[in-house]
């Protein structure tokens, strides 16, 4: 019997002593840790929103430690609102976050703490609310700034040189010197002149370029008294191509060759559009074609539809993946620049090619800095990435990826 008391009390001590070794781990569990500092700002070179909270962790900080709790608190007009909630849950060596998406015209403190296996530690808030603001300048894009100078002075000193008289060169562009002599040519045969803006909208750029290009070739027509014929896929590219159309045979003192139905609308959808184009070139058989605006791949059926018809065609895009069907099917090809540049070389109008040359400059400037970059980054690629070449190269490389 002796010695079953003996196991019996070895049986309820072990356990007690294992009880007893654990308490020294509970001693320095994060819920007696707090940290230290904490700083609440507003987010700098944001539109509003966002608050940055910073704090310092212990040194000792035990490994038990699972994360950081951050609790927000809102107040309007100084008294708070709401109940206390959960901002985020971070890794226990965070030491920073940005806390986004809040609303303005509200104040916010902040208030963190650890987490550990016994449970939440103590709260350590911050001093006193703070509000998210908006910046109206965004300090660390302060080069975007000096870009638009620069860009502004070059329009607005080529516009003062060209009021003055003085003459800018413009390089030779093949498919725009042969507009007039197409539109000679169908007036010769007396058939009509076929003008295609593409299939976007007016909110895509090569829309509007196309329909500048439409008031000079309704100039020649008026001209020339050749019929002009424009079928479009979006009504308000209709609208705006009749203004065009009326303004040019106003220009010209020919009002009364002017009508409506030389801008009239068939259909948005994209091959029900080119289908119905591509009748009006096989019933009518126009004697020149002009494609200018963004095209899919309805490119290749209108401009071999145009061929089969023997019509001289010009076409012009900024659709590089439509460019080498235009080539290929038409007589000249506008590439790119050239249609956006095309309205100023057939106006041939100073402030307009003033206002060109400063964009020419801007463009310049943006090649300088691709071929500077270009060197650089070779530089920090063969060297241990480090330095000046890689400095600058990261620079140019910022510039350039920004989103406006």
């Given amino acids: 019997m002796t010695y079953l008391r003996i196991l019996w009390v070895v049986w309820l001590l072990v356990p007690m002593g294992l009880a007893a070794q654990e308490v020294p781990t509970a001693a320095i569990d994060p819920p007696n840790i707090k940290p230290n500092n904490i700083l609440v700002q507003d987010a700098p070179n944001d539109n509003g929103g966002a608050l940055r909270i910073t704090w310092e962790i212990p040194a000792s900080l035990p490994e038990t430690a ?42 916010y403190t902040y208030a963190v703490r650890f987490n550990g296996p016994m449970g939440a530690g103590p709260e350590m808030w911050s001093q006193l609310p703070v509000k998210p603001t908006a910046q109206w300048f965004h300090t ?24 003055r008289g003085k ?3 413009i390089r030779k562009i093949a498919g725009l010197d042969a507009v007039e002599e197409a539109v000679g040519r169908a007036t010769e045969m007396g058939k009509s002149v076929l003008f295609i ?35 479009v896929s979006r009504s308000l590219v209709m609208s705006t191509a009749r203004e065009t159309i009326k303004e040019a045979y ?7 060759l002017y009508s409506e139905e ?43 539809t145009g061929n089969s018809i023997g019509a001289i065609q010009i076409a012009g895009t900024a659709m590089p993946t439509q460019l080498p069907f235009f080539v290929a099917a038409c007589d000249y090809t506008l590439i790119g620049e050239e249609l956006f540049a ?11 090619i003033g206002s060109l040359r400063g964009q020419d400059l801007g463009k310049v400037l943006a090649m300088v800095a691709i071929l500077i970059g270009a060197v650089f980054e070779t530089i920090s690629r063969l060297s241990d990435g ?14 350039f990826s920004t989103t406006f």
């Fill in 197 to 231: 803006p593409g299939i976007q909208d007016l909110d895509n750029v090569q829309t509007v370029a196309g329909l500048t290009i439409l008031g000079s070739i309704a100039r020649l027509t008026a001209k020339y008294e050749a019929e002009l014929h424009v079928p």
């Fill in 66 to 107: 699972e994360r950081i709790e951050l609790l927000r608190q809102r107040f309007l007009e100084g008294q708070p609102e709401g109940e206390v909630e959960i901002a985020a849950q971070l890794p226990p060596i965070m030491m920073e976050y940005n806390d986004s998406g809040l609303e303005d015209g509200y104040s």
């Fill in 250 to 256: 106003t220009t010209e003192g020919r009002p009364d």
């Fill in 167 to 169: 003459k800018f060169f």
């Fill in 262 to 304: 030389m801008a009239h609308y068939l259909t948005d959808e994209q091959f029900g559009y080119v289908a119905a184009v591509d009748g009006i070139m096989v019933r009518e058989k126009p004697a020149a074609c002009f494609y200018m605006g963004a095209f899919f791949a309805e490119s290749l059926i209108l401009a071999e």
């Fill in 386 to 399: 480090s330095g000046v070449a890689t400095t600058v190269a990261e620079f140019l490389k910022d510039m």
């Fill in 342 to 352: 095309a309205s100023v070389y057939l106006s041939q109008d100073a402030r307009a």
């Fill in 140 to 163: 660390a894009k302060f080069y975007l700034l000096m870009i638009l100078i620069f860009l502004s002075g070059a329009i607005l000193i080529s516009l003062q040189m060209a009021a």
